[in-house]
């Protein structure tokens, strides 16, 4: 019994992983590119992506949702991205002024973050619209260009059990108990 503890106990804790950089998207001109990075250093050369028209200003990943949040002069876009190609045409959501230079998106939070010349700014944002107005945060000094939000291991989610592995712990720890169930009448009736 003891021994299929463990074997449980290791099956789950060889799905459960803690999130790590693997790598950065980026646009330059008129294409989406992605390289290899390991959260200090680049790990691979550019991989071309996908084209972008117009040019894009800025843009803000969410995995999760699998959307490409980006700005293209004074509107905010959004189109679906599997994290290798686009998956849907660009969509508009809003118009932005003035024009954002830089803009990082917490979906956890409902807040995307934005660079308009010397100023850091919030706009609470559901994915979709924006449900509030912009309010300024801090000076920017030099003007920023690109920005991108850092988060720690806590903030994170924790990791799920896929379904198959699930389904083989649930029906081990049922099989444990009419073992055990099994043992216990076995005795009574002695």
Request: glycine share 12%.
């Amino acid at each position: 019994m003891r021994n299929a503890l463990i074997v449980l106990f290791t099956l789950f804790a060889a799905h459960v992983q803690a999130a790590t950089v693997s790598g950065m998207y980026y646009a330059t001109g008129s294409s989406l590119s992605v390289v290899d990075f390991d959260g200090t250093e680049f790990t691979s050369g550019g991989t071309f992506l996908e084209p972008l028209l117009p040019d894009w200003t800025a843009m803000s990943y969410d995995a999760a949702a699998g959307k490409l949040y980006y700005a293209t002069g004074s509107s905010l876009n959004v189109v679906d991205f599997d994290g290798t190609e686009f998956t849907s045409g660009g969509t508009f959501l809003e118009p932005l002024l003035p024009d954002w230079t830089a803009m990082s998106y917490d979906a956890a939070a409902g807040k995307m973050y934005y660079a308009t010349g010397s100023s850091l700014n919030v706009v609470d944002f559901d994915g979709t619209e924006f449900t509030s107005g912009g309010t300024f945060l801090e000076p920017l000094l030099p003007d920023w260009t690109a920005m991108s939000l850092i988060f720690s291991d806590d903030d994170l989610p924790p990791a799920t059990v896929p379904l198959p592995a699930g389904l083989w712990l649930m029906i081990g720890g049922l099989g444990a108990l009419g073992v055990a169930g099994r043992r216990r009448a076995h005795r009574a009736s002695e």
